[in-house]
């Protein structure tokens, strides 16, 4: 049960925290430097799997290992770096291969992705440290 309450509370983390920054925050960052190869709305399916999927990452390679025997700096470095590296994929690759990817646009993604996968790890680390079922 504890690693269900932590995935929900990754998830809930990660999706109200790049809810702010897509819709608020960068909205029109991208929107001027991405806004023709943009879609006029996202695939909801496909943004689902996305979230599902990267949060398990974030379980798998960090959060759980950070709760058994770390903490939630252990848990933000190595967050940091998950974000760093699997944002970069992305970023360097868009950049690689499509016409008018914004280098800046790939550089300010894969900060944000760096910030946001430390940011979610550490938090959930210390929220179910704080306040979660022990064991």
Do not use: C, E
Request: glycine fraction near 8%; charge should be neutral.
């Amino acid at each position: 049960m504890k690693i269900v309450l932590t995935y929900l509370l990754a998830l809930v983390l990660f999706l109200a925290m790049d809810l702010v920054w897509l819709g608020y925050v960068a909205k029109d960052f991208y929107l001027s430097r991405m806004g023709a190869i943009m879609l006029d709305r996202p695939k909801m399916g496909i943004a689902v799997l996305f979230y599902t999927v990267y949060v398990i990452g974030l379980m798998v390679f960090v959060i759980t290992p950070a709760l058994a025997g770390g903490n939630w700096q252990t848990a933000a470095l190595n967050g940091a770096l998950f974000g760093f590296f699997t944002y970069l994929t992305y970023d360097a690759t868009a950049y690689a291969v499509l016409k008018n990817y914004d280098p800046l646009v790939a550089v300010i993604d894969t900060a944000w992705g760096s910030f946001l996968a430390a940011a979610v790890s550490a938090s959930t680390v210390a929220l179910i440290h704080l306040f979660g079922p022990k064991g």
